[in-house]
């Protein structure tokens, strides 16, 4: 019985040797985690239009603020979210974004009484049309610097040098995502650092940082935290979702009572889909 088994089972090891040689692999990856941020940062490029899922958390805690000044209630412990979706048209720089804020205590100012505020915004050219509750949309027209702003994002060779310098990596466990098997990896920003390679760029765009607001801003982001995980697909390395958390802890803020503390804590998820499908972004009517 088992002279009969070995050429069987030679066969069947021979077959799936062979399925494993033809499935595809996708681009292998650098082993030093930091490049191979930065490879996928590159590769995202790639992605002309997407759905995407959005889930966002904001705590605010403020200390030391004079009990008669009238923010101190609403900062002394404030809580806000927004859960949402929405398409991405890359080519055209369109979107657009529907969902659901739960502002604390604004939100029954905005909702007339509700638990939750509803919120689309569609951006279209140079107009962003806005609907926030039962309320009308209102549009509002990007001034021509800042439409040119917005155009001037950070192409893949910049995040790729920023990432080189101010940031850390490391690689987690392999994930599934939405179907999709997935390379995991966590990013640690420095933040100082981070703030000197972006004053280094614009100063390298023609537009260089005011040194005495840079040192404000160091001095206010020294005790942050700013961390990134992403889950790129291993087929294409195109990122399927990525979460974002920034922890500030903020000290000596210009014009502020000097004893005031603000700790802000921000998460993000975001979960993307339909890569390169056809999106539809129209005015509303």
Known sequence: ???????????????????????????????DPVEAVKLIADKQK????????????????????PEDDPTAAFLKDFKASFTGAGDVDNATQNFQLKGTADLGILTAFLANGADEVALEVRKIGNTTHTKIADQDWTESTLDANTAESAGNSL????????????????????????????????VTLDSEELIAQVAALAAAQGSPADEAQLSQVRELLKDSEIL??????????????????????????????????????????LTNSKLNEPVTIEAPK
């Not at 966002?56 to 030391?64: C, M, R, S, V």
């Not at 889950?231 to 000596?252: M, Q, S, Y």
């Open 46 to 65: 790639d992605i002309k239009s997407q759905h995407f899922d959005l889930s966002l958390n904001l705590t605010l805690k403020a200390e030391g603020l």
């Open 228 to 269: 990134v995980e992403l889950w790129a697909g291993k087929a294409d390395l195109l990122v399927r979702k990525e979460t974002v958390t920034i922890n500030l802890d903020l000290r000596n803020i210009p014009d502020a009572p000097p004893d005031m503390r603000l700790q802000i804590g921000v998460s993000l998820t």
């Open 155 to 186: 192409n893949p060779e910049q995040l790729a040098e920023i990432l080189k310098k101010a940031a850390k990596a490391e690689k987690l466990g392999d994930e599934n995502v939405s179907g999709v098997d997935s390379h995991h990896y966590k």
């Open 1 to 31: 019985m088992q002279s009969r088994l070995r050429p069987i089972c030679t066969v069947a090891m021979i077959a799936v040797l062979v399925l494993a040689a033809c499935s595809p692999q996708g681009p292998s990856l650098p082993s």
